[in-house]
T-cell receptor
Framework: DTEVTQTPKHLVMGMTNKKSLKCEQH?????MYWYKQKAKKPPELMFVYSYEKLSINESVPSRFSPECPNSSLLNLHLHALQPEDSALYLC??????????????FGQGTRLTVV | GDSVTQMEGPVTLSEEAFLTINCTYT??????LFWYVQYPGEGLQLLLK?????DKGSNKGFEATYRKETTSFHLEKGSVQVSDSAVYFC???????????FGKGTMLLVSP
């Protein structure tokens, strides 16, 4: 199983709402990532978790709050977002460590629209 | 810093034409190199990879060779199909976290 599953696929939320994006993988990967992708742009790294601990935060605004409750799950909690936060949010996972830099496996993404 | 440069798109081809998408990189160490493909409305799929110099990655008729001397990883396919229409991203990683540095992406449009 090389799947990373993200839910929901689409989400529309108001600027005062609180919502969560979910990501799950069962490949035994101990590194998990959130990326943000605006239209016609490459993905941009937001957060990296390794062994369920936050390792990298790319100066993301606090209205985005990541959480890694266990080695298979990754959440992104959203609160008080702005319309410019509308984007495709991609989750990815990878093997951690080892002699070579390995590939990341991506989910299908959550298309978020903030109204 | 590390960076990836790929050719601007869109690349427009007829079915069965030969495809080349150029990719060059700048990195302070010895990166692993990847090509990811993104079909409309979907996430990214790994197309192929190479982890050291002179490695050739291949998948679904696509190939790319890691050229350290020219810092390049050009994507090629001998005969494209309409179903290959997508955005192709060249990417590298240096860290143990597999955090990716992407090129800007190249849209490929293949007509029948």
């Amino acid at each position: 199983d090389t799947e990373v599953t993200q839910t929901p696929k689409h989400l529309v939320m108001g600027m005062t709402n609180k919502k969560s994006l979910k990501c799950e993988q069962h490949m035994g990967h101990r590194a998990m990532y959130w990326y943000k992708q605006k239209a016609k742009k490459p993905p941009e790294l937001m957060f990296v978790y390794s062994y369920e601990k936050l390792s990298i935060n790319e100066s993301v605004p606090s209205r985005f709050s990541p959480e890694c409750p266990n080695s298979s799950l990754l959440n992104l909690h959203l609160h008080a977002l702005q319309p410019e936060d509308s984007a495709l949010y991609l989750c990815a996972s990878s093997v951690l460590g080892g002699p070579m830099n390995t590939e990341a496996f991506f989910g299908q993404g959550t298309r978020l629209t903030v109204v | 810093g590390d960076s990836v440069t790929q050719m601007e798109g869109p690349v427009t081809l007829s079915e069965e034409a030969f495809l080349t998408i150029n990719c060059t990189y700048t990195a302070t160490g010895y990166p692993s190199l990847f090509w990811y493909v993104q079909y409309p409305g979907e996430g990214l799929q790994l197309l192929l990879k190479a982890t050291k110099a002179d490695d050739k990655g291949s998948n679904k008729g696509f190939e790319a060779t890691y050229r350290k001397e020219t810092t390049s990883f050009h994507l090629e396919k001998g005969s494209v199909q309409v179903s290959d229409s997508a955005v192709y991203f060249c990417a590298l990683t240096l860290s143990g976290y597999s955090t990716l540095t992407f090129g800007k992406g190249t849209m490929l449009l293949v007509s029948p």
